[in-house]
């Protein structure tokens, strides 16, 4: 069964930093793109970026907001991908959720996600 | 800028009803919309792909249709499981933005 597992979340201060990893098992990860997924409280869903696999060069994507203070990497011999989040905003509190990409077929498997508290 | 317009934002139903949710770009994006659906504390759940194309385990009183710029989202005879909030996501282009969600509550 596909497996995804985030943690790394918590309490940190604005301007703070944070790396989120999110575990895949159950399929063959370096074949796969990877998107992160934020939910501020009570709010909807915001794509935050993707990570494309070895055969396109691990290149990325992000969203506008996020865009020179999010990086999303990978590390294949671990089955993880990660997002490191930088100078981080009120704005960023959320719960993030790791996805299996299935490029046009969507985001076929979610992570239970982990929550990022960005307060003074 | 790209813009997803999920309507309604909230939609009042009763089980055995049908319903739609329509989801509209403000430009084409061909038939590359997916829709989830997402319920009170859990992970969202991909429903359907390609517009039209139902994902592997998902009920056949789900449905999807459109392509270009207007999509719907239809769920016949519904039961009391259905009721949750859903979003569509488009896959044409970046940024791969959802709609603002759709919450779906019992009558």
């Known amino acids: 069964d596909v497996q995804l597992v985030e943690s790394g979340g918590g309490l940190v201060q604005p301007g703070g930093s944070l790396r989120l990893s999110c575990a895949a098992s159950g399929f063959t990860f370096s074949d796969q793109f990877m998107d992160w997924v934020r939910q501020a409280p009570g709010k909807g869903l915001e794509w935050v970026g993707r990570?494309?696999?070895?055969?396109?060069?691990?290149?990325?994507e992000y969203a506008a907001s996020v865009k020179d203070r999010f990086t999303i990497s990978r590390d294949d011999s671990k089955n993880s991908v990660y997002l490191q989040v930088n100078s981080l905003k009120i704005e960023d509190t959320a719960v993030y959720y790791c996805?299996?990409?299935?490029?046009?077929?969507?985001?076929?498997?979610w992570g239970q996600g982990t929550l990022v508290t960005v307060s003074s | 800028d790209f813009q997803l317009t999920q309507s309604p934002s909230f939609l009042s139903a009763s089980v055995g009803d049908r319903v739609t949710i329509t989801c509209r770009a403000s430009q084409g994006i061909n038939s590359y919309l997916a829709w989830y659906q997402q319920k009170p504390g859990k992970a969202p759940k991909l429903l359907i792909y390609?517009?039209?194309t139902l994902q592997s385990g998902v009920p056949s009183r789900f449905s999807g249709s459109g392509s270009g710029t207007e999509f719907t989202l239809t769920i016949n005879s519904l039961q009391p499981e259905d009721f949750a909030t859903y979003y569509c996501q488009q896959l044409n282009s970046y940024p791969r933005a959802f709609g603002q969600g759709t919450r779906l509550e019992i009558k």
């Open positions: 996805a299996k990409d299935g490029a046009f077929r969507g985001l076929n498997y």
């Open positions: 990570i494309r696999n070895k055969a396109n060069r691990y290149t990325t």
């Open positions: 390609d517009a039209s």
